[in-house]
């Protein structure tokens, strides 16, 4: 059966929108507005945005996952001349939200209707990514190929030298998926930077909630510092030992 899609008014602002898919909130868009960034994990990775280059310049990225698109608009909003790839499996989702919120005019937004893990082996080699954004759930859950090391070692492998990736893993008290994906991202390259940003009850696994993983062949200290320092309240950043201790004990 093919998933119920509706489109809701923001009760906060006339402009904003959000998009329910089987009743779900899954994205959120605010069309006058695509700087607004309204879930907490969202904003989170658009700190990462919004720290990896310097301000206004344009970067790559690849979106594995489409939904409302917000974070391509967020992109195309804040780094005008961006290069951007939306791959999304939804062709009906696709369809219904670019009609109802259509992208700007030169966003620099292409969309891909595709399965992310066959769209990733079809890429040409070149040009890689300044940011890989995986966020691919379809009725609160990801497909299990998220945390193989094969498919996140392909999306590692589609960084430019400073570029990084950035997973959202929603999960249940305890912390199991986070504690799987990033052991897939250990296993995909044991080399690779890692760190967990997210609310402190949420990366204890004292909570339910998302979590943001951020894996590259280094991560630039301004997005650690970025991530910790603008919010949402509360946050935590962990690395290192810390992170070890949290997640390998969580395993």
Known sequence: MAPRIEFERDVFSSTGWTLLVDGAAQSHVDADDPTRLFFEYVRRIGNVIDALAAPGAPITVLHLGGG??????????????????????????????????????????????????????????????????????????????VDEPAFLGACLARLAPAGVMVVNVADEPGGPRLAAQARGIARADPAADLLVAGSPAVLAGAEEGNAVIVAGPAIPPRVVERLRDAGPFPAEVLQGARLDAVLWGAC
Do not use: H, K, N
């Open 68 to 145: 409302a698109m917000s974070l391509a608009r967020y992109v195309a909003a804040t780094r005008p001349d961006s290069r951007q790839l939306v791959v999304e499996a939804d062709a009906r989702l696709v369809a219904l939200v670019t009609e109802r919120l259509s992208l700007p005019e030169a966003s620099g937004v292409s969309v891909m209707v595709a399965d992310a893990r066959d769209a990733l082996a079809g890429l040409d080699p070149e040009p890689r990514f300044d940011l890989v954004i995986v966020d691919l759930y379809s009725r609160l859950e990801a497909p299990a190929f």
